[in-house]
């Protein structure tokens, strides 16, 4: 177990200050949330935690001058801790040439482990471009390595000053250091424990079973490669499926709006829900009947736009997105063979016109430009090239529009950047002049910029906009969701109420947990059909959702979080006034 002390007696160390200066320049916005998240003290967390150490650091020093080392270190960390900031982790510990960060901790997100591989990743290439330079000014080959571990850890306050006064005990950590040790140079190292959250979202090499330091097992071992061009599905059951339960009336309501806009009229529908609910199931429910038509007519253009849950920060990540998917780009690079691609795409659909627009429509999607489009662009002031993307999009969508009905899915609106609200918020009206449906899926998270576009939407728009509002599935329902999966008969009634009660008629909490019982072999496959292996009596919350939850709970004001600690010491049920009594026991 290793742990993470901070002596307020010791003296200050180099590592020290090198870390205060480091954490003195994280970005305002994440300060915020960490200050506002920081009393955790004693709390047992999920993070992931990542652990990157400089290659054969002892040989390389031992042949610079020490203060041109320092100077490479000091260099080599402020490169490469913004990659922890972009995706909102945070800097536990520097140690010597190694650095610590936690995913999860104090701030939890749903998808911590996918934020920790993209910030190594982000690593590994920052460090390459370094050491290009290093080796050119000092002769010297400079390289690191990463591990990274997914699990529970009991964390503690962090300082006003952003640094951690605790000690952090937890096997994720050690292991993270282990697997560190054992990577390549250059590389990221994971276990199962990551594994099973990232392996949708990132190609990730099988490297076997290896020896760790510490476990008295070989442990399975995978080397994260690169980002998936085509992400998988991060929820749902792998071989087990269901038809949508519980959904009709919702999914009619959208269908009857499909029909309205294949008669020449727009609409927005607004699907709100909580986590796990189904928006995004709803909606894939109604392409599949769209364009899975018997007749192999196409009768609607579909448009998807998504957001990242670190996107917020990302200007025009949404909006980037969506005309990706308009211009039937997809996931192909951003080189120059795309920008003359639109150049075609625009020409078919308007002609001439298209010169006046290709050159924005390239500028927002990064693609490489002529030098004098680029030097035209950048005499541009901000506002008028927002103006100039925004006439872009829109001239494309009508000429889309000329074609085929349009059907414009933004999903998780919640975590959309400002910029792109701003622009779709402008874009909305379109719903007056065009056989357009746009399809915002959000959470009620009322405090996100999406939701400006929520109240615009309904502030503007009056009986053009439907808002279905999804809530948790009945006993019924879910019985019927937990038969599909797992298609047992005789499915015992104790593990069936178990999952049920868990699942609190969430869709998404179903599958979990449904996953957790099949890893801890209660449930298993047998014969090509599923049994019940293990009696149980009550089971965990699966990691992700903790982390799902947990989440949802660092967003809350501190004293609503302050009451819910209290809250789950006293039980699952309790009237208002014993609440009461005990916070004031507690001095609250």
Known sequence: MLGLERSKDHPATPTDSRLARLVANTPTALAEKIRSATHLSGERRVVTALFADVVG??????????????????????????????YEGTIARLMGDSLLAFFGAPIAHEDDPIRAAHAALEIIATTQRFADEVRRVHGIDFAVRVGLSTGPVVVGDVGSDLVYEYTAMGDAINLAARLQSAARPMTVLIAENTYRFIAPVFECADLGKITIKGKTERIQVYEVVEPK???????????????MVGRASELNELIHLTEIVQAGLGRTALVVGEAGLGKSRLVAELKSRLLDDESGTRTFEWVEGHCLSYGQGLAYHLLIDMVRSILGLGDKPSDENNYTYIRQIATHLLGEQAEEITPYLGHLLSLPLEPEVIERIRLTDPQSLQNQYLSSIRRILFAKAAHHP???????????????VELLTKLLTLTNELPILFCFLTRPDRDAPGWRLVNAARDRLGNGLVEINLQSLTETDSRQLVANLLEIEALPEKVRAIILKKAEGNPFFVEEVIRMLIDQEV???????????????????????????????????EDVKRALRVASVIGRRFSVRVLEQVMERQGY
């Open 229 to 243: 061009s085509k992400p998988g599905m991060l929820r749902g059951l792998k071989g087990l499926s269901s038809p």
């Open 57 to 86: 650091s002892t040989a390389l020093s031992a042949h610079m001058d020490p203060e041109d080392w320092t100077g490479i270190m000091n260099q080599a960390f402020e490169l490469l801790v913004p990659a922890v900031f972009l």
């Open 523 to 557: 449930i298993v496959q047998k014969n090509g059909s599923w049994a019940v292996e293990k009696s149980i009596d009550t089971v965990e919350i699966p990691d992700n959702l903790q982390s799902l939850l947990l989440a949802r709970i660092d967003r809350l004001p």
């Open 406 to 420: 349009l059907i414009l899915v933004c999903e998780d609106l919640h975590w959309a950047d400002p910029s792109s």
